[in-house]
């Protein structure tokens, strides 16, 4: 479905992504792991063409969208819930909907989306004309989610939807993921959860310092030494 | 004429220069919000206006004609505008943005004065904006009763775009956050440009306006409004709409007030003693009356 292509990425003189190759087939949850720094909002806002590579190309259905706009990727269905939630505050809850539905025009199709968006998180229906801004932490987080969702997503991009939220409501949100994977949405996650990330995801990939150094299934990179040393031996907080 | 009689005078005065300022200072927020661009070639758009209104006359255009023809020239310089000048520019720096927006009132003016003489020419206005009514001691100028009804509509009019059409509300959503917004798939091109149109279109109201109370035009014309529509929008809270429109009240207020107090030896300086207020007013409220508190969004 998606195929990155050895691309390279950078900022000034600053390479942020240097030879990335990454892999999304229809329906699989794929992981995408490292350290602070290591490139994976790169590579993420790279396929949302709000970054463009230097080198490389990012294919869908093997079509290159070296010449998309981040509009038209939006169109073919790659949607980003980007890290940070950056969900619209001084909107309500329902306008923060309506524009993740925003390019939609089939007007049933889009309520019926919604209904589903306040099924998989019913505080957000309780709260659907209060503003962004006075959510918690984590209802904005389900929005941040419910907004893209209601973009139609063939491809739905998560970039740390569990940053900074209490333990409860990561689990919230892992169920969530596990549901849409369970539906078939096909999924990119962005985490630094590695345990949990990998416990969901069918395969992954280890960036660091803009490379892949490690790419498997889940359940070999749950086993991998590195991983292990890295990331699994002690508390995911405790390495950031 | 009694003091509640004044206090109305005045009021009436203030309401009507703070309406001008406000439909000013909304052109410049809606554009501030969504881009941090401070657009002061803003202003120009009402010389556009009012020149192609006032030539449209003396062709021999009914008024009514001529002002629509004159709103509709303002709407599209500023549409121009943004898709010739600032649209080149999308992610450049806001010190590149700012400088090109002088750039561009550089060149507007002077193609003003090329075309049309550096002089100013006579705004011959109908008579119904000419008119008074007296209400008792009152005088009630026509002119600053139509400002004001305009500057009502168009407000209204306004507010039920922003909350009620998905177009409005995508403009509220990149004023907040533009990249979120592009993620969504809002068309951000469109959204700027309706918000330029609409600014434009108000600017072009304003510029009719404001000739006929002047009497008159010419190219550098728009200086003077689009100062005072920036100070209203820095004191109101820059790129806040509502905080545009309070700000504007402000100072159509604070003149108004100052007209009246200052000993007439003075008056020839009431911008200052009105900036001078204005400055205190920031120092208390640096991020202007609507404006919060929060860093500066990315």
């Not at chain 1, 819930?81 to 001084?90: A, D, M, S, T």
């Not at chain 1, 739905?156 to 990561?170: F, K, N, T, Y």
């Not at chain 1, 749950?222 to 031996?233: D, F, M, T, V, W």
């Not at chain 2, 920036?230 to 009240?249: E, R, T």
Request: proline content about 4%; overall charge positive; glycine content about 10%.
């Amino acid at each position: 479905m998606l195929k990155l292509e050895s691309v390279d990425v950078s900022y000034g003189h600053v390479d942020a992504l240097r030879g990335v190759s990454i892999e999304v087939r229809d329906g699989e949850l794929v992981a995408l792991l490292g350290a602070n720094g290591a490139g994976k909002t790169t590579a993420l806002m790279t396929i949302s063409g709000v970054v463009r590579p230097r080198a490389g190309s990012v294919l869908y259905d093997g079509v290159d969208l070296a010449k998309a706009s981040p509009f038209d990727i939006v169109a073919l269905g790659l949607i980003q819930c980007p890290e940070g939630r950056r969900i619209f505050g001084g909107l309500s809850v329902l306008e923060n909907l309506k524009m993740g539905a925003v390019r939609r025009a089939d007007t049933s199709g889009v309520r019926r989306d919604r209904d589903w968006v306040f099924s998989l998180f019913p505080v957000l229906g309780q709260r659907r004309n209060q503003s962004g801004a006075t959510l918690s932490g984590g209802e904005q987080q389900m929005l941040a989610i419910g907004r893209a969702l209601m973009a139609e997503p063939r491809l739905l991009m998560l970039d740390e939807p569990s940053l900074g939220l209490a333990p409860i409501l990561v689990q919230a949100i892992f169920r969530v993921i596990r549901e849409l994977h369970g539906r078939g949405v096909t999924i990119l996650l962005v985490e630094q959860n590695v345990r949990q990330a990998l416990a969901v995801a069918d395969r992954g990939y280890v960036l660091s310092t803009g490379r892949v150094i490690l790419e498997g299934t889940g359940a070999e990179l749950r086993s991998n030494s590195e991983i292990e040393q890295a990331y699994l031996s002690t508390a995911p907080e405790a390495k950031r | 004429m009694s003091a509640l009689e004044l206090l109305l005078q005045q009021l009436i005065n203030a309401v009507s220069i703070g309406s001008l300022y406000a439909l000013m200072a909304i052109g410049l927020a809606m554009v501030f919000g969504i881009l941090r661009l401070i657009n002061f070639a803003h202003g120009d758009l009402i010389m556009v206006g009012s020149y192609v209104a006032l030539l449209l006359m003396t062709l021999g255009l009914p008024f009514f004609a001529a002002a629509a023809a004159g709103v509709a020239a303002s709407t599209l310089a500023g549409l121009a505008m943004e898709r010739i000048a600032y649209r080149p520019l999308r992610g450049a720096h806001e010190i590149s943005m700012l400088l090109t927006s002088f750039s561009v009132t550089i060149f507007l003016e002077n193609l003003a004065i090329i075309l049309f003489r550096p002089t100013s020419r006579a705004f011959p206005a109908p008579a119904f904006l000419r008119s008074v009514i007296h209400m008792g001691q009152l005088r009630l100028a026509s002119l600053d009763l139509i400002a004001i009804a305009i500057a009502a509509v168009l407000l209204l009019a306004l507010t039920l775009f922003v909350r009620r059409t998905n177009i409005g509300i995508a403009m509220r959503a990149a004023s907040q956050d533009l990249l979120a917004a592009r993620l969504m798939g809002i068309n951000v091109n469109r959204v700027i440009a309706t918000a330029f149109a609409i600014g434009s279109l108000m600017a072009g109201v304003v510029g009719l306006l404001w000739s006929a109370r002047v009497g008159k035009i010419d190219p550098l014309m728009g200086f003077n409004p689009v100062l005072k529509a920036f100070v209203a929008s820095v004191i109101g809270g820059l790129g806040s709409l509502p905080g545009a429109v309070i700000g504007a009240y402000v100072l159509g207020g604070l003149e108004i007030l100052l007209q009246g107090l200052l000993p007439s030896a003075l008056t020839p300086y009431r911008d200052a003693f009105v900036f001078a207020i204005l400055i205190a007013l920031l120092l208390f409220r640096p991020n202007g009356i609507l404006g919060s508190s929060e860093k500066e969004k990315i």
